[in-house]
C-alpha cells in the first residue's frame, strides 16, 4: 500500500499547521464561526447533536496495521474508546473537542493519515472496491489511480469552493463493488484489444433527495489522460453548478438539468481547449505509486487447505462463517476474510478500541498488514492463507468479530441517525438493531441469501437507502418517527434506485414488515437461486406491497 | 479598502469609470468591456470588471490590450471566479488579475495559485496576517498553477520534466 | 396534571469542547436541560436571542437555536424527539452522553 514520500509528509504537517492556526483563531475570536465553518469541514470536523465529530480519511479503504492502532489510540485518549466506519469508507469519532483537533491531526500524520476534505465543498475521499487487489474477478487494481487522484485533489485551489460536496468512486472489477454509477463521477477500468488501461467516464449519480444513476460521458479514456479530463469536468462543475438552491447544487442536477448530450458536449469542449498533450509526468507518477501496489510477497500454495477443511468439518460454526464471510482470492491457496462488524443486536460499523486493536493485529501476523474497510461499514483481510483462517476466526471469535451474515440480512448498513445526527429525520441504529435481532439465527439468513438492507436515517441518505435490495428511509411525522420502504435498488453495474412501496410505518411495525417482505419474496422465488433483487425485478412491487398493504 | 499585491497594501491606479460617465483623457481606467475600443482609442489602460457569470473566450481577442481584469468574490463560497481566474491565465492573459469580496487570509494562497495578483480585501486583518497566509503551504499537487512559488509536488518527484512552462494542459 | 408551561429553551455547543449547553435565567450557560430558562414572552425570548449571539461573538458557545419545550411536573421537556435525545445522549449507548454523567433531561427519547 502507498507510503508517504518526504513530499506527503510535508504536505500533511504543513497542513495541520495551517489547522492548528485557524482552530486558534477561531479559539481567540480572530475569526468568526462562519468564517471558520468552511475551514474546518475541509478538515473533517463537524458540529453535531451531541459534541463535534472529526471524519478521517482511509483513502480507498486501505490502511495499515500501525494506523489501525493509532484510529484505536485516538478513541481511548480523544473519544470515547469506540470509532464509527462509515459508507464512504471514513471513520467517525463523535466526542471530539475542538481543542484537541489539532493534537489529533497531529497524530494521525504521524502514521500517513489525515482528515482533509472528508467535509466540504469539495472533493471527498476517492474510495473503491474493498477487495481491490486481492479479487479473483479483477480486471487490474485500480487503487493506484485512486492515489493519484487523491493526490491532484488535494488542497486543489481552483476546487476548493464547489457549489456542493463532490464524490469519486472507482473500480477495477466487471462486479461493481464500489458503486460507481450513484456517485458524482464514477470510474470503471476496461482494457482494450490491446492491453491498455482505459476508463469508463461516468457523472452525475448520487442519492440523498434526488436519487439519480450516472451518464457515460466516454466509455473508454486513455488513462494518461484521466486528470485532465477530470480537470475538465470539475471546471464545468464548478461554472455551471447550481448556488442558489442547496438541494439542487450537485452535479447530477446540472447533467440532469441541461441533459447527458449537452453536458457531455460542455466537458468535451473544455477538454478540447487544452488537451492532454504533455503527460509524462502524471504518467510516471502513476507508475511510481503503482509500484506500492505491487502483489505482496505471496507463497506458492495448493489452492486446497488440509488445515481449513479439518477445521471446518470438526467445527460448524467455523463452517458456517467461512461459508459467508470468505471471498475468493486471484492467489491460489489464499482468501479475502470479511469481517462483519454487525453483530446481532449491534450497532452497524462500530468498533471498540480494543476490537482494532485485535483487527489491525491479525493484518499484522495474518495479512501482510492490510486491512480494508468496505463501503457496507465491514471491515476486511484481504490476503489471508487459507492455513490461517481457522487462527484467525478463533481471534474475531473471542471479541465479538465473528459475526456469519455478511452479506446477509443480518449485514445491515445504517447511518449513525438521530441518536448522533443534527441532520436526521429520526432513528436509524435502533431500527437496524431490531432487524439484527428478528433475524439473528443465521439459518434463516441463509435462507433468505444475498440481501442489502440499508437504513438513513434522513433524506440525505447517508446509510444507501436507495440502492439497498430493502431500503429504509425514516421521517419525521408531527413529531413522530416513521419509516418508509424501498424495494429493488441496486449499486452494482446494473444499478438501480428503489421504489417506494407505499405508506410508512411506525419502528414498531418495521421489522415485522421486513419478514413479511421477505417470507413473500420466499413464497414466490424461483428455487433458492433466485436471489431477492432478482425474484423483485422479475414480480415487480405488486405482490410485496399486496403483502404488505393488503391484510390492514 | 486596502488593495494587496506582492505581500504589500498598494496605491490603486485604476479609476472606475460607469458606463453612463466620459472617460478621461489619460490614465487607468477599470470599464466594462463594451468600452474596450473607446478606451483603447485614447489610449487609456484598461481595466475590466467581469462577472462571475461572463465566458473568458469572448476576451480573449483583447488580451493584449488589456492590462487589469477584476473578478468578483461575493460570498466565499461563491468559487466560480477561481475558475474563472485559471481559465484566464489559461488562455495566456498576463496582466493583473485582481480579487474583490470576501476574501480571507486563508483563501489567499488558493488565489495565487491559481492565478490572482492583487486582493481588494478588508481593513479586520493586518498586513502581517496575509503575508503569513500566503505562503502557508510550500507544496502544491496540482501540475499547470499560474504561479510557481509552490513545488510542484509532481514534477519534482520525476525530474526532466519543468513545472509550468512544459505546459499547458487542462490539467 | 399541573399546568404545562410552555415556552422555548435556547440551546447551543460550548466552542472549546463541543458540550451542548442550555441557557439559564441568570444568563449563563448550563449542560443540564432543567436549569434552563424557558422563554414566552416576546421581550424575553429577543433577550436570550441576543445573548446568545453576544455569546456566540465573545467565543464561549456556537450553533445556537431555539427549541419548543415545556415544563412538566416541575422539570423540562424537549416537545421534539431530536432536543430529547440532545438532553439525553445517544439512545442506543446509555453509557454515552448526559444521560451516563447525572445531567440527563427527565424525559425519554420516545414514551412508551
Not at chain 1, 250 to 266: C, N, W
Not at chain 3, 25 to 48: C, F, M, T
Request: hydrophobic share 40%.
Amino acid at each position: 500500500m502507498y507510503r508517504y514520500d518526504e513530499f506527503d509528509a510535508q504536505f500533511v504537517a504543513e497542513r495541520t499547521a495551517q489547522f492548528r492556526d485557524q482552530a486558534n483563531r477561531r479559539l481567540s475570536g480572530a475569526l468568526t464561526e462562519d468564517e471558520f465553518r468552511p475551514l474546518r469541514l475541509m478538515n473533517g470536523l463537524y458540529l453535531q447533536l451531541h459534541a463535534y465529530m472529526l471524519r478521517v480519511a482511509i483513502p480507498y479503504g486501505t490502511f495499515s496495521g500501525k494506523q489501525m492502532h493509532q484510529l484505536a489510540m485516538i478513541a481511548d485518549k480523544y473519544d470515547r474508546g469506540y470509532g464509527h466506519f462509515t459508507t464512504r469508507q471514513n471513520i467517525q469519532y463523535n466526542w471530539i473537542k475542538l481543542e484537541d483537533t489539532a493534537d489529533i491531526l497531529q497524530a494521525l500524520a504521524d502514521v500517513e493519515m489525515h482528515a482533509i476534505q472528508t467535509s466540504g465543498n469539495c472533493i471527498r475521499n476517492v474510495t473503491t472496491d474493498h477487495w481491490a487487489g486481492a479479487a479473483a474477478d479483477e480486471i487490474a487494481d485500480p487503487r493506484p489511480v485512486g492515489e493519484l487522484i487523491r493526490q491532484w485533489s488535494s488542497l486543489h485551489p481552483e476546487f476548493s469552493y464547489l457549489p456542493r460536496k463532490f464524490k469519486i468512486a472507482i473500480t477495477g472489477a466487471p462486479t461493481d463493488r464500489a458503486a460507481v454509477r450513484v456517485h458524482d463521477i464514477g470510474l470503471r477500468l476496461h482494457k482494450n484489444l490491446a492491453g491498455q488501461n482505459g476508463w469508463e467516464v461516468m457523472v452525475g449519480g448520487g442519492q440523498g433527495r434526488t436519487p439519480l444513476i450516472a451518464v457515460t460521458v466516454r466509455d473508454f479514456l486513455p488513462e494518461n489522460e484521466l486528470i485532465g479530463y477530470l480537470e475538465a469536468i470539475m471546471r464545468v462543475y464548478n461554472l455551471y453548478g447550481r448556488r442558489d438552491n442547496k438541494y439542487k447544487a450537485r452535479i447530477k442536477i446540472l447533467v440532469h438539468e441541461i441533459g447527458a448530450e449537452k453536458f457531455r458536449a460542455e466537458v468535451e469542449a473544455e477538454y478540447a481547449k487544452h488537451p492532454a498533450q504533455q503527460t509524462q509526468v502524471e504518467e510516471a507518477e502513476l507508475a511510481r505509486i503503482a509500484k506500492y501496489f505491487a502483489a505482496p510477497d505471496f507463497e506458492t500454495l495448493p489452492r486446497m487447505s488440509n488445515r481449513l477443511d479439518m477445521a471446518r468439518l470438526a467445527n460448524p460454526d467455523f463452517k458456517r462463517w467461512t461459508k459467508n464471510n470468505l471471498a475468493a482470492h486471484f492467489k491460489d491457496g489464499y482468501a479475502i476474510v470479511n469481517i462483519s462488524l454487525k453483530p446481532v443486536g449491534g450497532i452497524p460499523g462500530d468498533a471498540t478500541s480494543e476490537q482494532m486493536r485485535v483487527m489491525a493485529d491479525l493484518a499484522k501476523t495474518y495479512s501482510f498488514d492490510e486491512l480494508r474497510v468496505s463501503h457496507a461499514q465491514n471491515i476486511v483481510l484481504p490476503h489471508v492463507k487459507l492455513d490461517d483462517v481457522f487462527a484467525v476466526w478463533q481471534k474475531l471469535s473471542e471479541h465479538d468479530l465473528a459475526a456469519a451474515n455478511y452479506g446477509l440480512a443480518g449485514d445491515i448498513i445504517a447511518c449513525p441517525g438521530l441518536d448522533y445526527c443534527s441532520l436526521a429525520t429520526a432513528r436509524a441504529i435502533p431500527i437496524a438493531q431490531a432487524i439484527s435481532r428478528k433475524f439473528a439465527d443465521v439459518d434463516v439468513q441463509e435462507n433468505y441469501g444475498a440481501l442489502k438492507i440499508n437504513i438513513s436515517g434522513c433524506i440525505n441518505a447517508c446509510g444507501h437507502h436507495h440502492v439497498g435490495h430493502i431500503g429504509i428511509l425514516g421521517l419525521d411525522k408531527k413529531g413522530e418517527e416513521y419509516y418508509q420502504i424501498t424495494l429493488g435498488g441496486s449499486s452494482s453495474e446494473n444499478a438501480s434506485i428503489g421504489n417506494i412501496l407505499g405508506p410508512g410505518f411506525a419502528a414498531h411495525e418495521v421489522p415485522e414488515a421486513i419478514e413479511n417482505i421477505l417470507s413473500t419474496y420466499v413464497k414466490l422465488r424461483q428455487g433458492k437461486a433466485e436471489d431477492f433483487l432478482s425474484a423483485y425485478r422479475r414480480l415487480g412491487a405488486k405482490p410485496f406491497k399486496e403483502a404488505l398493504y393488503a391484510a390492514a | 479598502m486596502p488593495l494587496l499585491k506582492n505581500n504589500e497594501f498598494v496605491a490603486d491606479h485604476f479609476i472606475e469609470v460607469a458606463d453612463d460617465m466620459g472617460l478621461p483623457s489619460a490614465g487607468n481606467v477599470l470599464i466594462s468591456s463594451s468600452r474596450i475600443t473607446e478606451a483603447a482609442a485614447l489610449n487609456l489602460g484598461i481595466g475590466i470588471r467581469l462577472n462571475n457569470t461572463d465566458k473568458v473566450e469572448a476576451l480573449v481577442a483583447n488580451f493584449p490590450q488589456i492590462t487589469l481584469i477584476v473578478l468578483p468574490f461575493p460570498a466565499f463560497s461563491d468559487g466560480r471566479s477561481y475558475s474563472i481566474g485559471r481559465q484566464l491565465r489559461l488562455e495566456g492573459y498576463r496582466g493583473e488579475l485582481r480579487a474583490e469580496g470576501n476574501i480571507l487570509p486563508d483563501q489567499l494562497q488558493l488565489m495565487l495559485q491559481v492565478g490572482f495578483d492583487s486582493f481588494l480585501v478588508t481593513e479586520r486583518f493586518p498586513l502581517a496576517a496575509w503575508q503569513a497566509a500566503s505562503q502557508q503551504m510550500s507544496l502544491a499537487y496540482q501540475r499547470g498553477l499560474y504561479r510557481n512559488q509552490e513545488t510542484e509536488v509532481w514534477s519534482s518527484r520525476h525530474q526532466g520534466f519543468n513545472a509550468w512552462e512544459e505546459q499547458p494542459h487542462a490539467g | 396534571m399541573s399546568t404545562q408551561e410552555k415556552g422555548q429553551v435556547m440551546t447551543a455547543n460550548r466552542l472549546g469542547d463541543g458540550e451542548v449547553v442550555f441557557l439559564t435565567r441568570a444568563g449563563v450557560w448550563s449542560e443540564k436541560i432543567d436549569d434552563a430558562a424557558l422563554v414566552q414572552e416576546p421581550l424575553a425570548l429577543a433577550a436570550i436571542d441576543a445573548r446568545a449571539a453576544q455569546d456566540a461573538k465573545a467565543n464561549l458557545i456556537t450553533g445556537q437555536y431555539l427549541f419548543d419545550a415545556a415544563r412538566v411536573d416541575g422539570r423540562i421537556r424537549a416537545d421534539h424527539i431530536r432536543e430529547r435525545i440532545r438532553t439525553l445522549g445517544p439512545t442506543v449507548r446509555e453509557d454515552l452522553g448526559k444521560q451516563s454523567e447525572g445531567k440527563a433531561g427527565a424525559f425519554a427519547a420516545v414514551e412508551l
